[in-house]
């Protein structure tokens, strides 16, 4: 069978622990509890004792002030990571608003220039016909002089016109 000990209760019993152990060494070390050591008094194993409780405790002391220092130092580090996090997050949700307009930007663009790739398509179309009927009523022939047109619309970045460098003479 096993007991479970509620963590306030082991840190009440840590407490009264220190406080006594301090009570103990303090009482020792007041004048009116100090007695003459006389050589019945001096037993080797007691002052041994003694001593190995000091030197511990002195350990436990300096143990707990390392500890502490080493937490701490741990907290400062987790506030300094927390802030350069930050830091980073605002700038990446900066980037990301700059993004997000370029791309709404981008996508009006495409949209203007995919109608008027519509509307040239059907230009040249209307154009055709109108050869056709001119051309087609004297000779009887039905002649297409239109180039394949790519639908814009699925494939953008194949164009079937050709690259025809612009300039412009002032």
Known sequence: MSYVIPMHRIHILHSFSVVFLYWFYKSKASPEMAKPVSSSDSDPLNANMDEKKRKRMLSNRE??????????KQIEDLGNEASALQKENSQLTEKIKVTTERLVEMESSNNVLRGRAMELTDRVNS????????TGEDSGQDVDISPEIADPLMQPWQTSFPQIPITLDF
């Open 127 to 134: 154009l055709n016909m109108l050869l056709q009927q001119l």
């Open 63 to 72: 143990s707990a002030r390392r500890s502490r220092a080493r937490k701490q």
